[in-house]
Nanobody, 124 residues
Framework: QVQLVESGGGLVQAGGSLRLSCAAS????????MGWFRQAPGKEREFVAA????????YNCDSAKGRFTISRDNAKNTVYMQMNSLKPEDTAVYYCAASPGGLNYRSEYRYTYWGQGTQVTVSS
């Protein structure tokens, strides 16, 4: 049984930082690309960042470039996202997801497994 468990969310003031973690089990972690998505109230879920199996290649959405950094530790079966300079518009539930591969890393349909999400709230 595959499980992805996010942690590290919380309430932070604008300009602050958070580090999200996603611990994976029940799959060969190093065989999966990993992604972070988020969903704000009343909005569709959107791509935030992704990292290839080896960790050598990463992708970010435009709003996250220069502020968010995705990384992974295949020995610990964990993917991280360091979020700096947080803004109120970053408020959302953040989900990690696992994909066996393919094109269009920004599409949620590429991802097979999903976590339950962790709430990030940024106050102004």
């Amino acid at each position: 049984q595959v499980q992805l468990v996010e942690s590290g969310g919380g309430l932070v003031q604008a300009g602050g930082s958070l580090r999200l973690s996603c611990a994976a089990s029940g799959l060969i972690f190093s065989s999966y690309d990993m992604g972070w998505f988020r969903q704000a109230p009343g909005k569709e879920r959107e791509f935030v960042a992704a990292i290839r199996k080896s960790g050598e290649t990463t992708y970010n959405c435009d709003s996250a470039k220069g502020r968010f950094t995705i990384s992974r530790d295949n020995a610990k079966n964990t993917v991280y996202m360091q979020m700096n300079s947080l803004k109120p518009e970053d408020t959302a539930v953040y989900y990690c997801a696992a994909s066996p591969g393919g094109l269009n890393y920004r599409s949620e349909y590429r991802y097979t497994y999903w976590g339950q999400g962790t709430q990030v709230t940024v106050s102004s």
